[in-house]
């Protein structure tokens, strides 16, 4: 089409066929012996091990003496058209007519447990599809409070979880979601900001405003997930459930001194939530502890109608003596005596 010959010039040829005029000049280079001998290589690996991304190629050719940049390795892998296999269904995807909240933890100090809770959903394989994830951690001590795992990615599960989390340990002051459509839903939105805590949510695509949530998807995956082939929902709710219960409870971590995160929430509560939080005596074993929970009882306690007929005993105007209430005045007797005032109290 282009004649170099001609008596036009090669710019002029172009303007008339109306085509760019550095696309008459340039011409692609062919592909290098190394490269071809490179490429080779990377399809032999990409067929014993399809799951391995550029990153983990690099690091499998450098231990074996070839030593190329991640970026020519993604470049050759397009080239021939392969990539790494890994399902990755959208679990954030932004629903435009809801409402997005700011993020609140720049530049927050976490040290407490029940200060920041953060709300995230990953996807489990599965031998035949996937099913989601979501749960609820505490950032200071990465304690999962409340976890689920569903066919569908609904707002539902994520307040379901939530209320779970407000029954067992309280509210937070501050939940951290990304964008998701099923966090900025009205329905888990309502149940947030109803209780009095402030709603947090990432920015957009800055993964490492949630990056706790994201080491403990990688922890749960890595280490257990991916060393199984779940057959059905059903066995797959019960083995990340025994999992986390493990991680919880025995799995030591680096970060937390060594610590279990069951310890480290405990260790970083602060008294009076963790008096309000302690099992009460009539729980039934296994119960969660019930925040702010207080039965009624029909008649005072002998010993409260002994001490109130006292002359020994003097007690200011509106208070009276209760019991089973939370151990402020010592943490080992849980079912001490406690003084509390009386709204009704007769004059």
């Given at each position: 089409?282009?004649?170099?010959?001609?008596?036009?010039?090669?710019?002029?040829?172009?303007?008339?066929?109306?085509?760019?005029?550095?696309?008459?000049?340039?011409?692609?280079?062919?592909?290098?012996?190394?490269?071809?001998?490179?490429?080779?290589?990377?399809?032999?690996?990409?067929?014993?091990?399809?799951?391995?991304?550029?990153?983990?190629?690099?690091?499998?050719?450098?231990?074996?003496?070839?030593?190329?940049?991640?970026?020519?390795?993604?470049?050759?892998?397009?080239?021939?058209?392969?990539?790494?296999?890994?399902?990755?269904?959208?679990?954030?995807?932004?629903?435009?007519?809801?409402?997005?909240?700011?993020?609140?933890?720049?530049?927050?100090?976490?040290?407490?447990?029940n200060?920041?809770?953060?709300?995230?959903?990953?996807?489990?394989?599965?031998?035949?599809?996937?099913?989601?994830?979501?749960?609820?951690?505490?950032?200071?001590?990465?304690?999962v409070?409340?976890?689920?795992?569903?066919?569908?990615?609904?707002?539902?599960h994520?307040?379901?979880?939530?209320?779970?989390?407000?029954?067992?340990?309280?509210?937070?002051?501050?939940?951290?979601?990304?964008?998701?459509?099923?966090?900025?839903?009205?329905?888990?939105?309502?149940?947030?900001?109803?209780?009095?805590?402030?709603?947090?949510?990432?920015?957009?695509?800055?993964?490492?405003?949630?990056?706790?949530?994201?080491?403990?998807?990688?922890?749960?995956?890595?280490?257990r997930?991916?060393?199984?082939?779940?057959?059905?929902?059903?066995?797959?709710k019960?083995?990340?459930?025994?999992?986390?219960?493990?991680?919880?409870?025995e799995?030591?971590?680096s970060s937390?001194?060594?610590?279990?995160?069951?310890?480290?929430?405990?260790?970083?509560?602060?008294?009076?939530?963790?008096?309000?939080?302690?099992?009460?005596?009539?729980?039934?074993?296994?119960?969660p502890?019930?925040?702010?929970?207080?039965?009624?009882?029909?008649?005072?306690?002998?010993?409260?109608?002994?001490?109130?007929?006292?002359?020994a005993?003097?007690?200011?105007?509106?208070?009276?003596?209760?019991?089973?209430?939370?151990?402020?005045?010592?943490?080992?007797?849980r079912?001490?005596?406690?003084?509390?005032?009386?709204?009704?109290?007769?004059?």
């Amino acid at each position: 089409m282009i004649d170099r010959d001609h008596r036009l010039s090669v710019a002029r040829q172009a303007k008339l066929l109306q085509i760019s005029r550095g696309a008459v000049y340039y011409r692609p280079r062919p592909t290098s012996d190394a490269d071809l001998a490179l490429m080779r290589r990377i399809d032999e690996l990409h067929l014993e091990h399809p799951f391995m991304d550029a990153r983990m190629l690099r690091c499998v050719l450098a231990r074996q003496g070839i030593f190329v940049g991640r970026r020519h390795l993604g470049t050759l892998m397009q080239r021939m058209g392969i990539e790494a296999l890994c399902p990755q269904p959208g679990t954030s995807q932004r629903h435009r007519q809801h409402k997005v909240y700011p993020y609140l933890l720049r530049k927050v100090a976490i040290g407490r447990a029940n200060q920041v809770w953060a709300l995230d959903t990953t996807y489990i394989p599965m031998a035949r599809g996937f099913v989601y994830l979501t749960a609820v951690v505490d950032v200071a001590s990465r304690k999962v409070l409340a976890h689920k795992v569903a066919i569908t990615l609904e707002a539902c599960h994520a307040h379901e979880i939530l209320e779970q989390a407000f029954a067992r340990y309280g509210v937070p002051e501050i939940v951290n979601t990304d964008q998701g459509s099923q966090f900025t839903a009205e329905e888990f939105t309502h149940a947030v900001l109803s209780r009095g805590a402030r709603l947090s949510m990432d920015g957009k695509g800055a993964w490492r405003d949630n990056v706790f949530v994201e080491r403990l998807w990688r922890t749960i995956k890595y280490e257990r997930v991916y060393l199984r082939a779940y057959d059905g929902v059903t066995a797959a709710k019960t083995d990340i459930a025994q999992f986390i219960d493990w991680y919880n409870t025995e799995r030591p971590h680096s970060s937390l001194d060594d610590q279990t995160p069951e310890q480290t929430y405990w260790a970083l509560l602060p008294a009076l939530q963790e008096a309000a939080l302690t099992e009460k005596p009539w729980c039934a074993p296994g119960c969660p502890p019930r925040l702010g929970v207080r039965r009624k009882r029909r008649t005072p306690p002998r010993t409260l109608l002994h001490l109130s007929q006292s002359p020994a005993v003097s007690l200011p105007l509106g208070v009276k003596l209760f019991r089973r209430a939370k151990p402020l005045l010592s943490a080992d007797d849980r079912c001490g005596w406690s003084l509390g005032l009386d709204s009704d109290a007769d004059h």
